[in-house]
Nanobody, 121 residues
Framework: VQLQASGGGLVQPGGSLNLSCVAS????????MGWFRQAPGKQRERVAT???????AYADSVKGRFTCSRDSGENTMKLQMNSLKPEDTAVYLC????????????????WGRGTQVTVSS
């Protein structure tokens, strides 16, 4: 499974961005997808996981401002970010959880390269 994130950029406080993550490869093995972010000098932080309607779990810091969704084909995930704040500045990474099939199936985590979001006036 490969993940490619896009849509980042420079935006003023209060602005919006819509990130996309496209999964390719054996996407049938994916069981969950989500977004994380990492700001300089800080630990990686969960932004949204599961991304399936009411089952989506958001970090408290983004609730009410960010919306995560997946398309019906399940290979594209979006993160609509509104009312952006300077503290939202980070590299945003999409992540997928998959099951590697075989005699002993196991869970594997896949990370995309990320897209930079900068919120500044």
């Amino acid at each position: 499974v490969q993940l490619q994130a896009s849509g980042g950029g420079l935006v003023q406080p209060g602005g919006s961005l819509n990130l996309s993550c496209v999964a390719s490869g054996d996407i049938s093995t994916i069981t969950d997808m989500g977004w994380f972010r990492q700001a300089p000098g800080k630990q990686r932080e969960r932004v949204a996981t599961t991304c399936r309607g009411d089952n989506t779990a958001y970090a408290d810091s983004v609730k009410g401002r960010f919306t995560c969704s997946r398309d019906s084909g399940e290979n594209t995930m979006k993160l609509q970010m509104n009312s952006l704040k300077p503290e939202d500045t980070a590299v945003y990474l999409c992540v997928a959880i998959g099951t590697v099939q075989g005699p002993h199936p196991y869970t594997k985590t896949y990370w995309g390269r990320g897209t930079q979001v900068t919120v500044s006036s």
